[in-house]
């Protein structure tokens, strides 16, 4: 089997490290290397905002793509694999662009890849674990910080510690999650979309108990936190797989037998139509509004 090349439905596997093309490049004076092809953010068109979905790892015709012809417009894809919101906040340059975008889609991402009052992470690798704060040193000293180089692995290793000091971790996660974004769609003003992408709606609690797994992303993120932003958006779209899209795997996807278990982990390519589609009807929606 061979690559993709014209977005039909096939799948790629070799034993070496072929894939999709992303065509990396940068917007302006951003520090961070995005997915191209590289558009003008001139007059109108639309800016994705987001994590791992809205990159579209593995998916030659990812739902941001997909978008701009469905509205007939370039669209600027900002996605960034294992996104926080610190990557957006603190990058002056894509908030300046996504200002001026015509239509904005916000990709909702997880509350742990963000700088707090507990930790703090690499300002574009939000991933990164770089530091515990003296709060949270003696909040748990019983955890060696200096083990972790990753968020999650760290945050799962405080729920394994102690799962009722892990509850007051995850309290302050979600403050700084809803005022973080409220500072970010501040700063790009307008009506943006928010786009919920998960394979669960967002849950009314994120609660944790001895022995529980962290989950899946938007993790932390819940239902209420969402709705404390409904004033500032023009709309939430919350977007979960049909069965459709699940059972099609990765089908449509392109990667390599050394990234098979990674793709499959990943959302795939009836998902990434799913996705543009519902997003098209919200923005067609939202422009029939404003007329």
Request: with cysteine.
């Amino acid at each position: 089997m061979g690559e993709n090349t014209n977005g039909c439905e096939m799948s790629y596997a070799s034993g070496h490290r072929g894939g999709v093309e992303y065509y990396p490049c940068r917007y302006g004076n951003s520090r961070i290397t995005f997915r191209g092809p590289k558009i003008r953010c001139e007059g109108d068109f639309i800016a994705c905002l987001g994590g791992s979905e809205t990159y579209g790892r593995f998916v030659p015709d990812p739902f941001c793509t997909q978008l701009g012809r469905a509205l007939d417009l370039p669209c600027a894809n900002f996605g960034i694999v294992n996104a926080g919101l610190d990557a957006f906040t603190q990058d002056p340059a894509i908030l300046g662009l996504a200002a001026g975008a015509r239509h904005t889609v916000l990709q909702v991402v997880g509350a742990q890849n963000l700088s707090n009052r507990f930790y703090s992470v690499h300002p574009r690798r939000n991933d990164r674990f770089v530091r515990a704060s003296d709060t949270l040193m003696a909040l748990y000293p019983d955890i060696d910080f200096t083990e972790h180089a990753f968020t999650r692995a760290m945050l799962q290793s405080l729920l394994d510690t102690a799962p009722d000091r892990f509850a007051l971790v995850v309290e302050e996660l979600q403050t700084a999650w809803v005022a973080r974004m409220k500072s970010l769609l501040a700063a790009i003003g307008g009506a943006p979309v928010l786009l919920w992408c998960a394979d669960a709606a967002p849950p009314q609690a994120a609660n944790f108990e001895a022995g529980d797994t962290l989950g899946a992303d938007p993790l932390f993120v819940t239902a209420p936190m969402l709705e404390a932003l409904r004033q500032r958006v023009a709309d939430i779209v919350v977007y979960t797989p049909s069965a459709a899209a699940r059972e099609a795997g990765t089908e449509g996807m392109v990667f390599s037998d050394f990234d098979a278990s990674a793709a499959s982990a990943t959302l795939g390519a009836a998902a990434h139509r799913e996705v543009a589609a519902q997003l098209a009807d919200t923005l067609v929606s939202e422009n029939a509004v404003a007329a």
